[in-house]
């Protein structure tokens, strides 16, 4: 953990050296929803090639840099593409910026993500903010020794998803008149879709979503005692008995079209905080 301790100092002393801000808003973007880092006045744009100890982003639309500037009158750091398990990263590793943007002064994370949507009450293109979720992942990012530097050994998972946060994203999702649900998401390790008795099982425990992502990063954002907030957007629609199979092109569509929506709350957000 020293180790872990000492490599999330060196990743931070890189980025001040190239980037003089204080960032108090980590964010990061998942699948097809990068452009939200065209709201962001860009003050460095930093590969994560060149950022010490950062995995490499392998994952489909995910352009792999940190944007850090400017977004609603805050300094911000935004991952253009973030780190899966399905890609054989570790859970400590897919969470290494996290640190990182605590490290640097992130009292709030902001996690996007595109998902698959079992409520049947929820439309393709829909915004869920995350009320709560279900790791089943089969794995932790806080197993091994614990550094009380970083956190807690036993970090409290009642209130994960800030109340705070989540009303003043419905507040703003009302105002500006964008339709937005409130649920559980569900993370599985991927890479492939579920099957109809897999669907029926996610949605019989509880969840209302099911992605591959989000969950490690929002258990290291508790443990490193940040504010987290995560936003779903629903891509496709997964009901076992009206289930057709789906392509990657067709999730990126429609994460892009409904990025317009969660550009203007993330934005909304940011500058109300």
Known sequence: MTALFDKIQEAAAFVRSKWAGSP??????????????EDIQAEAVLPYADVPHFPRSTAPSHKGQLVCG????????????????????RLQDITFPVRVMKALGCEVLIASNACGGMNPQYDKGDLMLIEDHINLLGDNPLIGPNDERLGDRFPDMCNAYDRELLKLGRKVAMEEQIPC????????????????????????????????STVPEVIVGVHAKMRCMGISVVTDMCLPDALQPV???????????????????????VAEL
């Open 24 to 37: 108090k808003v980590g964010i990061i973007l998942g699948t097809g929803l990068g452009k939200l880092v």
């Open 70 to 89: 400017q977004l609603g009158g805050k300094a911000v750091m935004a991952m253009e593409g973030r780190f899966h398990f399905y890609e054989g990263y």
């Open 181 to 212: 649900q409130q649920g559980v998401y569900v993370a599985v390790s991927g890479p492939n879709l579920e099957t109809k008795a897999e669907y029926r099982f996610l949605r019989t425990i509880g969840a209302d979503v099911v992605g591959m």
């Open 247 to 269: 392509s990657l092109p067709e999730i990126i569509h429609v994460a892009n079209e409904a990025e317009k929506k969660l550009r203007v709350l993330v934005r909304r957000v």
